[in-house]
């Protein structure tokens, strides 16, 4: 036979008590610095600041894989151009992580574009945004050569068949 030495009314305090402190031990959500709100960024908002900071990047022709940027011709030719193509970004409470796609234009040092364009992007979202950037990780899927837009050239040149 159990005998019983705690009343419902003992055990439900008891319990009340445990969640009070286990309600306490848990950090509460920031509300910023001064304690008047939170802030909330967007990754789009970041990913557009990164974006913008890399595109004035000595050496860097395009943001983006080839897909995207076929997509982001057609955008222009509309009016509307995505100053996000090619940037991906991963945004936490604190740090942000970014992820950059470009192409290079020939004949630039691609380390050397690389890493001014990392610079950048780490000046950009600390600056403007006020996080931590843990990360930049930059993909160069392409080199652009500045004679493959000239059509003329092709106009002027004799044909090979006749």
Do not use: C, F, W
């Not at 509300?31 to 974006?51: E, F, P, Q, S």
């Not at 996000?84 to 604190?94: A, F, I, M, N, R």
């Not at 930059?138 to 044909?159: G, N």
């Amino acid at each position: 036979m159990t005998t019983q030495t705690h009343t419902p009314a003992d055990v439900q305090a008891k319990t009340d008590a445990k969640s009070a402190t286990t309600a306490m031990a848990k950090p509460a959500q920031p509300a910023g610095k001064d304690g008047r709100g939170a802030t909330t960024v967007v990754d789009g908002v970041v990913a557009k600041i990164a974006g913008i900071a890399i595109q004035e990047i000595d050496g860097v022709h395009a943001l983006g894989g080839g897909a995207a940027r076929a997509l982001g011709n057609l955008r222009e030719k509309v009016g509307q151009k995505d100053l996000t193509q090619g940037v991906s970004v991963e945004v936490g409470q604190t740090q942000v992580a970014v992820d950059v796609t470009l192409v290079v234009e020939y004949p630039h040092p691609l380390q050397q574009v690389a890493d001014n364009a990392r610079d950048a992007v780490y000046t950009a979202v600390e600056d403007l945004v006020g996080m931590e950037v843990t990360e930049v990780n930059i993909t160069i899927t392409d080199i652009h050569v500045p004679s493959d837009d000239d059509d003329t050239d092709d106009a002027e040149r004799e044909p090979r068949v006749a």
